[in-house]
């Protein structure tokens, strides 16, 4: 089944989950009104459905290639990067002194799903492109962003993250690549690098590679960690002295070329200092940080994929009679086991779109709220709700593909009818900028002790007040919704008040062994709410003459996560409370 990015729900949720109408109320997107979002909604959608969407087969069954150095990315692909970017979309979120648009996070956030359900092996690479941008933008020299940033921005150029190392995965401090300075201003940059998204193709002439690497004096560990912009072309034109030394072969995202990167056969690449020595991973944290928001939007956009694709496969496949029907076999949709896979992928899908909307529009009032007082208490709420953005979207991202295979049945296992290559895709996300245990361990240890506590405890509060104006509504077709998400929010509040505890008694085992299924609860209460919150707003347009027959199912979906999902919550609260228990005997246990 073709792809159709599905504009209205994420206009919707845009809107009256995350917050776009109160923001340009607010005059912090004064150059957008509903009508100009939409028009470019509804654009993106059509360049997602019909010119890459076209090309996700094609990405992975070709994938990229190497031969004597040289990435050749699927038939194809060259094509439609240059058209999406003469398009402009590159460039919708960029600074507007360097050519972008300047358009708000929140906006650009719904184009990266689209892309990113069109193809996840193509949205990724603008991805790392857009943070890059941003990490120069803040921490490079005027003369390094003078040369580099317009073609990023414009994406005639694109860029990578240089991280990874064979001994240094998650562990930075294991980092080994070198970076001798000259005496000129560059520094030769030698070593080896891992897993690099994009590292070499033929999209474009130039790659600028973010690199990590130490100074010679450098101190030990991360604290002696600088960043490198390393051009593959340098700025006469000649090649510089590193290569693409392999592909990867993946289980996923094959349209995406993942590379060995060697800096230095023939004495180091040239590179420049961005930022101050020393501090590289704070300059890449910038870059980092709207990554991991970007990974947690594949994961809504996977999500979205694998719904769309199953749910069009239920209507079509017939098998039984459903319970009730006429005589003759009925479609799968129509049986109650199928019809509980396809709401809880759907369920699950909306509200990571909304954590992640949310996440984004917080984003944007850290940057454009004028009060400084404001502005920082966004600036925490984006803080608290990036690993969960996440870690709890990616996680859903993989589960709901594996549901749409489920609901293929034995097709869904054959390759040919694509659901398969949605599971292989999605499992990646959980994985890469930051894996989703490192997000809950950033989420405990340092996101929940924010002003004292004061900002999580916020974020619940506006949670709480949703339930309880859910509570105050007597409409049947909420039915448990009110109580099942009040049940859900005290069970963050109780784990909530545990986990701080942990963390400022100094109890870091206890807290990291809680560490997941917290966030896993943070993200079924963030996501029911967020949930409710446009059912609520559904149903007041529904008072007010909307006819949109969408509204009535958004209070159904609503419903469903509420009554069916959420519930789990105190199995998770139990895990954090009580989980601990098991570090104790976890060298018996595997050891056996």
């Known amino acids: 089944m073709a792809y159709r990015a599905p504009v209205s729900d994420i206009l919707f949720t845009m809107r009256y989950v ?19 979002a939409r028009t470019i909604l509804e654009e993106a959608g059509r360049f997602a459905n019909d010119v890459i969407a076209p090309l996700n087969r094609e990405g992975d069954e070709h994938g990229a290639t190497l031969k004597d150095g040289a990435v050749t990315t699927a038939p194809g692909w060259k094509e439609a990067y240059r058209a999406w970017t003469e398009a402009g979309w590159n460039a919708l979120p960029g600074p507007a002194e360097y050519g972008g648009q300047g358009l708000p996070t929140l906006l650009n956030s719904a184009c990266v799903e689209m892309w990113n359900s069109a193809s996840m092996a193509f949205g990724i690479g603008p991805v790392l492109t857009h943070g890059a941008i941003e990490a120069m933008a803040v921490h490079a020299s005027d003369a390094l962003k003078s040369r580099y940033l317009e073609k990023l921005v414009s994406g005639e150029w694109t860029a990578t993250m240089n991280l990874t190392e064979p001994q240094a995965g998650s562990d930075l401090a294991a980092l080994r690549t070198r970076a001798e300075p000259v005496g000129d201003g560059t520094y030769r940059i030698t070593g080896q690098k891992i897993f690099i998204t994009y590292g070499e193709h033929d999209l ?67 590179g420049w200092l961005v930022g101050e020595e020393n501090r590289g991973l704070a300059c890449m944290f910038t ?74 529009e917080a984003i944007d009032r850290a940057h454009l709220e004028r009060d400084a007082a404001r502005a920082k208490a966004a600036h925490e709420r984006a803080s608290l709700l990036t690993p969960v953005a996440k870690a709890f979207s990616t996680d859903i991202g993989m589960e709901v593909a594996s549901l749409g295979v489920q609901v293929h049945g034995g097709m ?16 990646i996300a959980p994985i890469y900028e ?6 809950a361990i950033d989420l405990v240890t340092r996101k929940l002790p924010l002003s004292g506590g004061d900002t999580v405890r916020a974020q619940i509060a506006s949670m709480r007040a949703i339930v309880m104006r859910l509570l105050k509504e007597g409409t049947p077709a909420f039915g448990a919704t009110a109580s099942r998400l009040r049940d859900t929010v005290d069970s963050l509040d109780r784990a909530t008040s ?22 896993r609860l943070f993200g079924l209460a963030q996501g029911g709410a967020a949930l409710a919150q446009g059912a609520l707003a559904a149903k007041a347009l529904m008072m007010g003459g909307d006819t949109d027959p969408a509204h009535a199912g958004r209070i159904a979906l609503c419903r469903f996560f509420a009554e069916n999902l959420a519930v789990g919550a105190k199995g998770l609260e139990d895990a954090v409370l009580g989980g601990a228990g098991f570090l104790q005997d976890a060298n018996l246990a595997l050891a056996g």
Do not use: W
């Open 204 to 270: 474009t002439d130039n790659i600028v590679h973010l690199v990590l690497a130490r100074l010679p004096d450098a101190p030990k560990g991360t604290r002696g960690i600088s960043l490198f912009l390393v051009p593959k072309i340098l700025p006469d034109g000649t090649r510089n002295d590193l290569r693409c030394h392999s592909l990867e072969h993946k289980l996923g995202i094959h349209g995406s070329p993942t590379c060995t990167m060697i800096f230095g056969d023939d004495g180091g690449a040239v």
């Open 287 to 360: 870059m980092m940080n709207n990554a991991r928001l970007a990974v947690g939007l594949q994961g809504v956009a996977i999500a979205e994929r694998a719904y769309q694709q199953a749910l069009g496969y239920a209507h079509e496949r017939r098998q039984g009679r459903a319970v009730g029907a006429a005589e003759g076999s009925s479609a799968i949709v129509e049986h109650p086991d199928v019809q509980r896979n396809l709401l809880t992928m759907k369920a699950l899908t909306a509200a990571a779109r909304a954590i992640c909307y949310m996440t984004a």
């Open 412 to 427: 869904g296992f054959i390759e040919e009818t694509g659901a398969a290559q949605h599971y292989r895709d999605a499992r």
């Open 18 to 36: 995350a917050g776009f109408d109160r923001a340009v109320a607010d005059g912090l997107y004064p150059d957008l009104s509903v009508d100009l």
């Open 498 to 519: 545990h986990m701080l505890g942990a963390v400022s008694s100094n109890a870091p085992a206890e807290a990291l062994a809680g560490a997941a299924p917290y966030l």
């Open 434 to 439: 930051g894996t989703n245990g490192i997000q």
